[in-house]
Every structure is written in structure tokens, then in C-alpha cells.
């Protein structure tokens, strides 16, 4: 069994897309996953797959279907192996006091570099961000709530999906996961 970290985007978010994370963990399990945990009520669920080499592509294909023909609405899924999400975090270029008020947009591909040469020109106060292949790290002043580089801005920009975590919540996904 192979342990994978999924993460929802949008769920439980301004009373839209609303499920609950036990329902979450059922689904999950009928569709053949096991060793089912959520994580608070955004979107986080960890899990094993009987087939590990089953690609991140295809366990988020079969996630995304799942709550679609279940709840009917349509929900971007992004599967992580832990050794993944483990790199994300050890690669995050800020400081240590940083990192730790940092976020993460997860990007479900690598964005095309001259889109990131574009938005790397931008400059927006109180808010510092770097774009890497598989993840934006963004460290705000302010916090999270009155970004203007949110998770919208980064998907219209790079024209990829991305799903977005603070470092608490990475840091206890590996740590649940392990």
C-alpha cells in the first residue's frame, strides 16, 4: 500500500461545494482507497492506494469523478506523494521565520516558463512570491486574506490549476501521513 495526500480545491469554501469530511472518508473508501484521514474541513485527505503504481493523474481522475457522480458538483483534486510534499516544504526559499507564516499553491503542472518570467516582473506591496515547477510560495504580511496574489491570480496567470495550504497544514499532512 501506497500512502497519497489529497487536496481538494474550493470545498467548504464561502458555503459552496459544501461535504462534509466524514462523507469525504466514505467516499474515499468506496472507491477502494484505504487507511482514509481527513484533515480539517478544507479538503485534505490522506489515504492508500492497493496499487502503488498508480499515477497521481489517474487517483485524482477517479477522486474528482467520484464526488462529481456522488454530489454533483465538479471539485480539481491534486494527488502528492508525501516525498513530494516533504521537498516542497525543505525547498521553500524564504527564511525560516517566513516559511513558517508561508503558503503553498500547489500546481497540478509545471507552468510555461515565459508566463512566469511575466508575472515575476510584478511587484505588489507586503506580498514576495517565487514560482517553482510544482508550487508558488507566497509569504504575505498581511496574511492570506487580503493577498492579491491569491490562488485565482496565480491559476489565471500560469493557466494552470493549483490548489493553495498555509505551512501548518503541510507540515501536519506529512507529519499525519508518516
Do not use: W
Not at 472518508?25 to 502503488?52: D, H, R, W
Not at 507586503?126 to 508550487?135: A, L
Amino acid at each position: 500500500m501506497k500512502t497519497h495526500i489529497a487536496l481538494l480545491r474550493g470545498l467548504n469554501v464561502g458555503g459552496h461545494k459544501i461535504l462534509k469530511m466524514a462523507d469525504l472518508k466514505l467516499l474515499f473508501e468506496s472507491l477502494g482507497f484505504a487507511e482514509v484521514t481527513t484533515y480539517i474541513q478544507s479538503g485534505n485527505v490522506l489515504f492508500s492506494s492497493s496499487e502503488p503504481q498508480m499515477k497521481a493523474l489517474i487517483l485524482e481522475e477517479i477522486i474528482s469523478e467520484g464526488i462529481k457522480e456522488l454530489y454533483g458538483f465538479e471539485v480539481p483534486v491534486l494527488v502528492k506523494e508525501i516525498s513530494e510534499v516533504e521537498a516542497i516544504l525543505a525547498a521553500c526559499p524564504f527564511s525560516e521565520a517566513k516559511k513558517m507564516a508561508s503558503f503553498f499553491t500547489l500546481l497540478n503542472q509545471k507552468p510555461s516558463e515565459d508566463l512566469v518570467k511575466e508575472i515575476s516582473k510584478l511587484d505588489f506591496p507586503d506580498e514576495e512570491f517565487i514560482i517553482t515547477e510544482n508550487c508558488v510560495y507566497l509569504f504575505s504580511e498581511k496574511g492570506y486574506n487580503e493577498v492579491k496574489c491569491n490562488n485565482n491570480f496565480f491559476e489565471k496567470k500560469l493557466k494552470v490549476a493549483a490548489t493553495t495550504r498555509n505551512h501548518r497544514t503541510m507540515a501536519k499532512l506529512v507529519e499525519l501521513a508518516k
